[in-house]
T-cell receptor, first 113, second 111 residues
Framework: DVKVTQSSRYLVKRTGEKVFLECVQDMDHENMFWYRQDPGLGLRLIYFSYDVKMKEKGDIPEGYSVSREKKERFSLILESASTNQTSMYLC????????????FGPGTRLTVL | QKEVEQDPGPLSVPEGAIVSLNCTYSNSAFQYFMWYRQYSRKGPELLMYTYSSGNKEDGRFTAQVDKSSKYISLFIRDSQPSDSATYLCAMSASAGNMLTFGGGTRLMVKP
């Protein structure tokens, strides 16, 4: 079974703090993704990575950065958290460009006060 | 206008009912269509996946794509309380492209 784990289920941070969200997958997948999920808006892609040290902007990259130093780990960084970044953050991975299925982690509910 | 539209619900049905969940989309380039199921406090998991137009059946679930109308459906027969979840449609122009998700429909099946 593919397993995608995220470092925290719930996180509460203050405005202006630097926030790190970690994601690890155990299936040697090439591609990894970070989404945020908000009511009525579905999943919106923040960033994705198709290889170690490679990253591409998604639909809503502003205010975020990412890091992929190892194949199994993909980190999302909020350089200076703001209240409008309060959301559910979902990490996903998939085997490669010819594969369709993305496997999701359980999500991190981030609240920025 | 969003690229993929989905009624947010909630949709409440009695156990045993036939459920119809739908999405409309505007991008005629979409070729791959998926349905993800998301239980409360969990990540989405792939339920069904179809390519281009037509129907696909898997047990109690049937996915239907009508590209001429830009409309996709998921039917659930003999719905069970365990089917209570949020159902997200997702679509893509090719296997290498990013997925575009609908907003999700929350389904509640009452015993």
């Amino acid at each position: 079974d593919v397993k995608v784990t995220q470092s925290s289920r719930y996180l509460v941070k203050r405005t202006g703090e630097k926030v790190f969200l970690e994601c690890v997958q155990d299936m040697d997948h090439e591609n990894m993704f970070w989404y945020r999920q908000d009511p009525g808006l579905g999943l919106r892609l923040i960033y994705f990575s198709y290889d170690v040290k490679m990253k591409e902007k998604g639909d809503i990259p502003e205010g975020y950065s990412v890091s992929r130093e190892k194949k199994e780990r993909f980190s999302l960084i909020l350089e200076s958290a703001s209240t409008n970044q309060t959301s559910m953050y979902l990490c996903a991975s998939k085997a490669g460009d010819t594969h369709m299925e993305q496997f999701f982690g359980p999500g991190t509910r981030l609240t920025v006060l | 206008q969003k690229e993929v539209e989905q009624d947010p619900g909630p949709l409440s049905v009695p156990e045993g009912a036939i459920v119809s969940l739908n999405c409309t989309y505007s991008n005629s380039a979409f070729q791959y269509f998926m349905w993800y199921r998301q239980y409360s406090r969990k990540g989405p998991e792939l339920l069904m996946y179809t390519y281009s137009s037509g129907n696909k059946e898997d047990g109690r679930f049937t996915a239907q794509v009508d590209k001429s109308s830009k409309y996709i459906s998921l039917f659930i027969r003999d719905s069970q309380p365990s089917d209570s979840a949020t159902y997200l449609c997702a679509m893509s122009a090719s296997a290498g492209n990013m997925l575009t998700f609908g907003g999700g429909t929350r389904l509640m099946v009452k015993p």
